[in-house]
C-alpha cells in the first residue's frame, strides 16, 4: 500500500528538522561529531543527523545554495526572538533600547559562527538570489528595532530628528561594527563591548536630538 502523502503541518515539521540539523552541522555541535562551516554541510551529513534518508533533504531544498539561504533566514528569525524577548519586560524606551542592544551583542557574541551567517558573504551562498524567506526575515529583525524607535518617537521619548527605519538602521550599523571588532580580537586598551554599547547608545542618541532634519529630496554629499 503506498504511504499517503504527508500534510502540509508534517512537511513544514521534516523541514524545520532538517534545518535544526543543518545548522548544528554548521555550528560543529558536538553531536554532529566534526568540526563546523559551510565546508562540513552536505545533504548526506545533514540526513545522518536528522535521522532521515539521504534524499530526504532534496525534497525540500534543491541544491546547497538554497539550503544555506534558508539557514541564513532561520539565523535572522533566531535574532529577532532574542531581541522581542529581550524588550517585552520594559515599558520605556530607553529600557527597551538598551535592553534591545544588550541581547543583540550577547547573542552575537555567544554565536559567533551563527551571527556570521546572517551577514558575511559565504562561500556561494549568495549565487542565486536571496529567497522571499530571507527578504522577510532580515526586513522582521530590523523592524523590531524600528518599531522601539518609532515607539519612542511616538512617546516624545527620542527625537524624531530622523525617521525611524533610518535611525534604526544607524543603530544596526553601530552595533554590528562592534560586534565586528570584538569578535575579531581588535579592541585595545581595556575597552570591550560591555563599556562601549551604553556609552554608543548615548553618543547616538544625542547626535540624533542634535541632529538638523534633512529637506526633501536631501542626500549626503561628499566633501572634496
Known amino acids: 500500500m503506498a504511504r499517503p502523502p504527508l500534510t502540509d503541518a508534517e512537511r513544514d515539521q521534516r523541514r524545520e528538522a532538517i534545518l535544526v540539523a543543518a545548522m548544528a552541522v554548521f555550528e560543529g555541535d558536538a553531536s554532529t561529531g566534526g568540526a563546523g562551516g559551510l ?42 526572538r532574542i531581541m522581542r524577548d529581550a524588550i517585552a ?14 541581547a543583540y551583542v550577547q547573542a552575537a557574541l555567544e554565536r559567533p559562527n551563527r551571527y556570521a551567517l546572517m551577514f558575511f558573504a559565504l562561500e556561494d551562498a549568495e549565487a542565486s538570489t536571496p529567497s522571499l524567506e530571507l527578504k522577510r526575515a532580515k526586513r522582521d529583525a530590523l523592524d523590531v528595532c524600528t518599531q522601539v524607535i518609532a515607539a519612542g518617537q511616538a512617546s516624545g521619548g527620542f527625537p524624531a530628528t530622523v ?10 550599523s553601530a552595533a554590528h561594527g562592534v560586534v565586528s571588532l570584538q569578535v575579531a580580537g ?20 544625542s547626535g540624533l536630538e542634535h541632529m538638523q532634519p534633512l529637506e526633501k529630496g536631501g542626500e549626503f554629499r561628499k566633501t572634496a
Not at 519586560?89 to 544588550?102: E, G, V
Not at 525617521?163 to 544596526?172: S, Y
Not at 581588535?186 to 542618541?205: H, S
Request: charged share 20%; proline share 5%; hydrophobic share 50%.
Open 39 to 80: 565546508g562540513a554541510v552536505s545533504f548526506r551529513r545533514i540526513a545522518t543527523v536528522a535521522g532521515c534518508s539521504y534524499a530526504t533533504p532534496y525534497s525540500y531544498f534543491a541544491n546547497k545554495a538554497a539550503l544555506i539561504d534558508a539557514l541564513r533566514a532561520r539565523a535572522f528569525v533566531w535574532m529577532e
Open 163 to 172: 525617521d525611524p527605519l533610518t535611525a534604526a538602521h544607524v543603530f544596526w
Open 186 to 205: 581588535q579592541f585595545v586598551m581595556g575597552r570591550d563591548v560591555q563599556t562601549l554599547i551604553p556609552t554608543l547608545i548615548r553618543v547616538l542618541r
Open 89 to 102: 519586560p520594559f515599558d520605556s524606551a530607553d529600557d527597551r533600547l538598551d535592553a534591545l542592544a544588550t
